[in-house]
């Protein structure tokens, strides 16, 4: 547009020399201004009666003017999210700046290079306030990929009003664990009772059951030299195990299609003595209309008898930031903050997802909503985490066929060790 000189002689009448001068300035660039800032948050579907994100990511964009959040659920199921992730990361561009991981995935996607190093962005103290079962799987290679957000950890799920009515404290042994099903079983005399339910479905969550079942034998899945099962007579005695478990009927037939939901329902219809799950199902033990209220209490997974003690696995999830974000100040302080004491308070508080902070488990307002946290945070605090590799998932993924074949008598558990060796020794062989 041809702009009016105001140096030039014109001869011009009031009105005129107005509309002039309006046309200049609408001609003229506005004083520039910052763009708002628009981080990406990807997460799983949070459960539950409501959902405390949206009143965070409020919070957050109120403490951080100029930066908006738009949160964008991903399907539960934790396949479907590694799908997605996988195949946006290794795209051109970022579709997402901030993003809700498994625990087992940071190792590999941090080698694969898709997440910013927070080594140097995080205070060293602010890791510290969280489980170092926590802290262990968000680092590799000696370098911070991602925070802490959500814990989990194996739990005994037993009917205490049961054992209370034989004299019977709980299990600190898989053998005492036996004898107690047995001996309750009999005196009942209830066919629709069962003695120990556990995830024997062929998914991530039976190599779960197997890896705790090693730890509580002594014995672990991966060797100092990254070997597969270093000792196998072990490993062969916790598959075998578990294969008499269902022989005996201490365990039903069934299990072996069972996940969390599957025998988390069963115990919770009070059709069964004992239960391997997570925190997540006390919460719906105590609900005003479950069958179980009242009636259940948490105590250590049991030990084997090569093992000092039994360990719960850990879960749950970190926070990661795309390295390609085009906001990485805003996309760590969103991480820090979703982490943070506050906010992973009111994420307990609201949907009972446990936090990664070992301070909030002595919180006189969860504890007083959440009488077991106390109890929780005990066992958390002597849980272990998965093996922290980048290739966990291949592990898993070659596993599970192999025990699955064990528990429905396809294979021995010699045979299935011996595969499992051979097909992750030749595939570590042309990864590394």
């Given at each position: 547009m041809r702009h009016l000189s105001l140096a030039a002689p014109l001869i011009v009448s009031a009105p005129l020399l107005l509309s002039a001068l309006l046309l200049l300035a609408a001609c003229e660039p506005a004083p520039p201004r910052s763009e708002p800032v628009t981080l990406v948050f990807k997460h799983a579907r949070i459960l539950g009666p409501s959902d405390p994100l949206p009143g965070l990511v409020r919070e957050f964009e109120a403490r951080h003017p100029g930066v908006r959040v738009k949160s964008e659920s991903l399907p539960w199921n934790t396949d479907e999210q590694h799908q997605f992730y996988v195949i946006n990361l290794e795209g051109g561009s970022p579709a997402f700046d901030v993003m809700m991981l498994d625990v087992i995935w940071v190792p590999e996607f941090a080698q694969a290079r898709w997440l910013l190093d927070l080594t140097e962005l995080l205070p060293r103290a602010e890791l510290a306030a969280h489980f170092p079962a926590a802290v262990e799987p968000a680092t590799w290679g000696g370098r911070v990929w991602a925070m802490p957000w959500i814990m989990n950890v194996g739990l005994l799920y037993y009917r205490a009003d049961l054992l209370a009515r034989y004299g019977l404290r709980p299990p600190e042994t898989y053998e005492a664990l036996v004898a107690q099903v047995k001996r309750i079983q009999a005196a009942e005399g209830d066919a629709r009772l069962d003695g120990f339910l556990w995830q024997g479905k062929q998914y991530e969550g039976l190599i779960v059951n197997l890896l705790e079942g090693l730890w509580a034998n002594g014995t672990r899945l991966l060797g100092e030299d990254g070997r597969l099962f270093p000792d196998p007579a072990r490993a062969e005695e916790v598959l075998g195990f578990l294969r008499r478990l269902i022989d005996t009927g201490v365990s039903p037939p069934w299990v072996t299609a069972a996940d969390e939901e599957l025998s988390r329902r069963a115990f919770g219809d009070g059709r069964a003595i004992f239960l391997r799950n997570w925190p997540y199902a006390m919460d719906l033990f105590e609900l005003p209309e479950s069958r179980v209220r009242g009636k259940v209490g948490i105590a250590p997974l049991p030990r084997h008898a090569h093992g000092a003690r039994g360990s719960?696995?850990?879960?749950?999830?970190?926070?990661?930031?795309?390295?390609?974000?085009?906001?990485?100040e805003a996309a760590v302080a969103l991480v820090r903050f979703l982490a943070g004491a506050a906010a992973q308070k009111t994420m307990a508080a609201g949907v009972a997802l446990n936090p990664t902070r070992t301070a909030l488990y002595r919180d006189a307002d969860l504890v007083r909503s959440h009488?077991?946290?106390?109890?929780?945070?005990?066992?958390?605090?002597?849980?272990?985490?998965?093996?922290?590799?980048?290739?966990?998932?291949?592990?898993?993924?070659?596993?599970?066929?192999?025990?699955?074949?064990?528990?429905?008598?396809?294979?021995?558990?010699?045979?299935?060790?011996?595969?499992?060796?051979?097909?992750?020794?030749?595939?570590?062989?042309?990864?590394?």
């Open positions: 719960g696995a850990t879960g749950g999830a970190h926070l990661g930031v795309d390295r390609r974000t085009r906001h990485p009488p077991s946290l106390p109890l929780i945070g005990a066992l958390t605090a002597a849980a272990r985490p998965r093996p922290v590799t980048p290739y966990y998932l291949m592990l898993s993924s070659t596993l599970q066929p192999e025990v699955s074949a064990v528990l429905v008598k396809v294979k021995t558990p010699a045979e299935a060790i011996a595969q499992a060796r051979r097909t992750v020794g030749y595939m570590l062989r042309d990864v590394r």
